[in-house]
């Protein structure tokens, strides 16, 4: 496979594992007790915190992509697959 393809792998993976990390320690506004007035009661209260989901689904991502690609070019497995 190319570089190319590799980092198309790596992008998609990424990005699923980003939905995956995104609900991880977020509080909504009947959680904390408090809402504003006119928001939605299920909003998220206070901030996101989104840098370190970044990370967090960055190196994720990374270990799930290694898998897979190990997984793809495993002679055994090529073998069983076919």
């Given amino acids: 496979m190319q570089v190319g393809t590799y980092i198309a792998i790596y ?13 991880f320690k977020v509080r909504n506004q009947v959680d904390v007790g408090e809402w504003q007035e006119g928001s ?16 967090i689904t960055t190196l994720l991502a990374a270990v799930v992509t290694a898998l897979l690609l190990w997984g793809l070019s495993n002679p055994f497995l090529q073998e069983y697959w076919r």
Avoid at 11 to 23: G, R
Avoid at 48 to 54: C, E, V
């Fill in 40 to 55: 939605e009661r299920g909003a998220p209260a206070g901030l996101l915190r989104l840098w370190p989901k970044f990370l």
């Fill in 11 to 23: 992008f998609i993976v990424w990005w699923l594992c980003l939905f995956l990390v995104l609900p």
